[in-house]
């Protein structure tokens, strides 16, 4: 069984950073492709971003271009989200999921991800 589980959110105030992880248990991600999602009150679930086996990033979110960065660490069974210059507007639950392929789809869409996390509060506020 395969489980991940997502570390790292907080508080912080705009113009802050925060380093997420995703830890696997249970299975080895080198295979895989990997994305970060995150879910504001209220709204949907959105994809943010996507790493393929290989190192690619696919991003899904338009607002967090330059700002944002996904990477992975297969030794540690670890992807990472580091975010910049954090806005209110990034304020949500963010999660992690493993696809079963090795490339990232071009859009987002959850059926193409699984093995959710529970997640990690971000909460960027003055």
């Known amino acids: 069984q395969l489980d991940l589980v997502e570390s790292g959110g907080g508080l912080v105030q705009p113009g802050g950073s925060l380093r997420l992880s995703c830890v696997a248990f249970?299975?080895?991600?080198?295979?895989?492709?990997i994305g970060w999602f995150r879910q504001a009150p209220g709204q949907e679930r959105e994809g943010v971003m996507c790493i393929s086996e290989s190192g690619d990033m696919t991003n899904y979110a338009d607002s967090v271009k330059g700002r944002f960065t996904i990477s992975r660490d297969n030794a540690k069974k670890t992807v990472y989200l580091q975010m910049n210059n954090l806005k209110p507007d990034d304020t949500g639950v963010y999660s992690c999921?493993?696809?079963?392929?090795?490339?990232?789809?071009?859009?987002?869409?959850?059926?193409?991800?699984?093995?959710w996390g529970q997640g990690t509060q971000v909460t960027v506020s003055s």
């Open positions: 249970g299975y080895r991600l080198d295979y895989y492709s």
């Open positions: 999921a493993i696809r079963g392929f090795s490339d990232c789809p071009s859009t987002f869409r959850t059926a193409y991800f699984g093995s």
